[in-house]
């Protein structure tokens, strides 16, 4: 949530247009979350109503235990790692991810 692009907007490799409309494409990234030095790569899919581009999920690649409300997700380029914008991990983004998890694990056990 409030993604700031350092070019002022989502980069154009996001834009999709049909024709006249602008609609957001999902793209690979390598992002940084927290401090320390670890990247790690995934993918941000941009909030169809958010025409500016501000908000959006991230699916990494990889499962990382130590994400929280408040921390900064920063985007990077996967190719020369330029970086490229940041967003906050928002309580309402949050609240939804652990929500979708608690009913995966609830329909594992059941299935198990």
């Known amino acids: 949530e ?12 996001l834009v999709q247009r049909d024709g006249g409309d602008k609609q957001w494409k999902d793209g690979r990234f390598t992002m940084k ?12 899919t941009l909030d169809m109503t958010d025409a500016g581009g501000g908000s959006g999920n991230v699916h990494l690649d990889t499962k990382d235990k130590g994400l929280a409300p408040g921390q900064y997700c920063v985007f990077y380029n996967m190719d ?13 983004h949050w609240a939804k991810l652990l929500l979708e998890t608690n009913q ?5 056990e059941k299935e198990g």
């Open 80 to 92: 020369d790692e330029e970086c490229l914008g940041a967003g906050v991990i928002s309580e309402r």
């Open 104 to 108: 995966a694990e609830k329909l594992i």
């Open 33 to 44: 979350i927290r401090h320390g030095p670890t990247m790690v790569n995934g993918t941000l």
């Open 2 to 13: 409030d993604i700031t692009w350092v070019a002022g907007s989502p980069p154009e490799r």
